[in-house]
Structure formats: C-alpha cells, structure tokens
Antibody, heavy 127, light 108 residues
Framework: QLQLQESGPGLVKPSETLSLTCTVS??????????WGWIRQPPGKGLEWIGS???????YYNPSLKSRVTISVDTSKNQFSLKLSSVTAADTAVYYC???????????????????WGQGTMVTVSS | SYELTQPPSVSVSPGQTARITCSGD??????AYWYQQKPGQAPVLVIY???ERPSGIPERFSGSSSGTTVTLTISGVQAEDEADYYC???????????FGGGTKLTVL
C-alpha cells in the first residue's frame, strides 16, 4: 500500500534553511487525484499546515509561513520536498508529509483530508 | 486568518459517549475532517467529509454537522480511544487548510 517517508537533517542552525524530502512508495506521486502536503507539530502543541503541492507543481502555502517556504516536486524520483528558510527555535517541530485529497462541488474547488501520513521526523533548530 | 475552535479537553468513563466539538465560520460551506493522534504517533484520519468513516475505523466513531459546528462522537468509549483529536477543514476559498487546536480525550 502507499507509504510516505520523511528524510533530512535532524538538527539545523538558527538562520539557516531547513530541508526535508518525502519519498512516496507503493504508488505514484503523479496521481491526478491528490495533492501532497507538509504539516508540522511543535513539541507538546497542535498541528500546523505548512503547504501543499500538486504533481504539476501547483502550490498552496500557509500565509503565516509563505515568505519562508518553498515546496517542490520531483516526479522522476516520486518525491516532494520542503525548504524553510531563516529558521528559529520556533521552527523546532516534528515535520510530517501526507497525501491530501481535493474535491469539486457546487461551491467550487476545495482541499480535503490528509488520508495517508508519514511517520514524521523531528527537526531541532539549535546552534 | 481563519480558525477552528475545539475544547482543550474532554473526559468520559469507559462505555459512555464522548462528544468533541469544532467551530468555524466556514464550516457550513466546507467539509470537516477528524484525526486521532496517540503519543509518539502520526495522526490517523477517523472521519472525512463531516460524517464518512474510512475503512478500518470502528463504527463507534461518527461525525455530524450543524451550521458552524461539527461534532465527533465516540459511542461506547474504550480505553484505547484515549488520544488527542484534531478537526481540520479549509477556509471559504477552499485553498487554506486549517487545523483546530486539538482536544485531549481522557478515559477515566
């Protein structure tokens, strides 16, 4: 079945760029039925959506992070990636990648549910 | 920015019914989704499109919607249901994903 796996450094220095990759196995990232997304969770806190990408490269970002976030996709490797620049201690969190559905109805187009998640990777921002 | 509001905690005895609410102005227009998260684990989708249950999720989990509030109901709560529960939806544009702050369900 479809699986997602995050990878990347577990420790990043303040002011540097956090880079993570999510590898999709057991299915194609080029499916027309889904977006792919990044979500984070600071220790002891709730979930925060970072952004999402379609296989074509179309993206949506959380406005609160948009100035620092870039999400990209590599269909040849069945991967998508996250870059978060100018990190501070507040960016310390478990970072999850997940598959995101979307749908059309009478009201228009809307992003849906994260139905398959990676196990998450802890990233600490510290010097 | 758009927000979803959940109670921080709900407590219930085994066998009773737990109800967790989530409020947001766009909920009459947008579907809501519910996730269960146990310590050290990734979230698991338990309800989608307000009231649909993914395969493999027990029937005791159900969802409903009324105006600007959606509710996750767990009937006959079991000890294994103790977890954090998050609602999720989109804003009125459909392109901004938002999570509620989470509700810790304690089984007494």
């Amino acid at each position: 079945q479809l699986q997602l796996q995050e990878s990347g450094p577990g420790l990043v220095k303040p002011s540097e760029t956090l880079s993570l990759t999510c590898t999709v196995s057991g299915g194609s990232i080029s499916s027309s039925s889904y977006y792919w997304g990044w979500i984070r969770q600071p220790p002891g806190k709730g979930l925060e959506w970072i952004g999402s990408i379609y296989y074509s490269g179309s993206t949506y970002y959380n406005p609160s992070l948009k100035s620092r976030v870039t999400i990209s996709v590599d269909t040849s490797k069945n991967q998508f990636s996250l870059k978060l620049s100018s990190v501070t201690a507040a960016d310390t969190a478990v970072y999850y990648c997940a598959r995101l559905s979307y749908y059309y109805d009478s009201s228009g187009y809307s992003l849906g549910a994260f139905d398959i998640w990676g196990q998450g990777t802890m990233v600490t921002v510290s010097s | 920015s758009y927000e979803l509001t959940q109670p921080p905690s709900v407590s219930v005895s085994p066998g009773q019914t737990a109800r967790i609410t989530c409020s947001g102005d766009a909920l009459p227009k947008q579907y809501a989704y519910w996730y269960q998260q146990k310590p050290g684990q990734a979230p698991v989708l338990v309800i989608y499109k307000d009231s649909e249950r993914p395969s493999g999720i027990p029937e005791r989990f159900s969802g409903s919607s009324s105006g600007t509030t959606v509710t996750l109901t767990i009937s006959g709560v079991q000890a294994e249901d103790e977890a954090d529960y998050y609602c999720q939806s989109a804003d009125s544009s459909g392109t901004f994903v938002v999570f509620g702050g989470g509700t810790k369900l304690t089984v007494l």
